[in-house]
Antibody
């Protein structure tokens, strides 16, 4: 079964840091680009970042550029999101999503999400 | 600007055709995807590359894209189709529309 499982979400104070993980199974992880997408409770979707399959191609959304870092470990079938200088507006459910075509414009597999809460 | 605009809500009776639009600057020049999200669940891709359906998505879901508007059409809408729907396209980064709540009643 194709599956993505996020972990690492937690309550963190403003200015703090957190690392999210996404573990993939059931497909050839090295063959796909991957994304992070977040959703504020009760609100819409916001794309956060993309990392290419086997190359260093990386993109970030404007709201996280310079604060978040995406990475992947193909040997562990895992992707990560390192989040620094967290703000209240970063509070959201964070999903990892598989990129269907390598163009970061269609995501065909999603995890269940992990909740990040930034509050003092 | 790199924004995608959707109506906040659409209502349709069971068995009728639901149409959800997504507007953006020269949207027809890029591929658009659509996602369905039921309450408490993760999004599900229902249309990609404007009009392609992933495996397992019913034929009643279809899409089109031209000019500044992409359209998701659900023919013979069922109660189970009630959900939030989001469009998506790549500009200088992936952009999602604000979402449309589809009510089937």
């Amino acid at each position: 079964e194709v599956q993505l499982v996020e972990s690492g979400g937690n309550l963190v104070q403003p200015g703090g840091s957190l690392r999210l993980s996404c573990e993939a199974s059931g497909f050839m992880f090295t063959g796909y680009g991957m994304n992070w997408v977040r959703q504020t409770p009760g609100k819409g979707l916001e794309w956060v970042s993309y990392i290419g399959a086997g190359s260093p191609t990386i993109y970030y959304g404007d709201s996280v550029k310079g604060r978040f870092t995406i990475s992947r470990d193909n040997a562990r079938n895992s992707m990560y999101l390192h989040m620094n200088d967290l703000r209240a507006e970063d509070t959201a459910v964070y999903y990892c999503a598989r990129d269907l075509g390598g163009s970061a414009d269609s995501f065909d597999v999603w995890g269940q999400g992990t909740l990040v809460t930034v509050s003092s | 600007s790199n924004e995608l605009t959707q109506p906040s809500s659409v209502s349709v009776s069971p068995g009728q055709t639901a149409t959800i639009t997504c507007s953006g600057d020269k949207l027809g020049d890029r591929y658009t995807s659509w996602y369905q999200q039921r309450p408490g669940q993760s999004p599900v891709l229902v249309i990609y590359q404007d009009n392609k359906r992933p495996s397992g998505i019913p034929e009643r879901f279809s899409g089109s894209n031209s000019g500044n508007t992409a359209t998701l059409t659900i023919s013979g809408t069922q109660v189970m189709d009630e959900a939030d729907y989001y469009c998506q396209a790549w500009y200088t980064g992936t952009v999602f529309g604000g979402g449309t709540k589809l009510s089937v009643l």
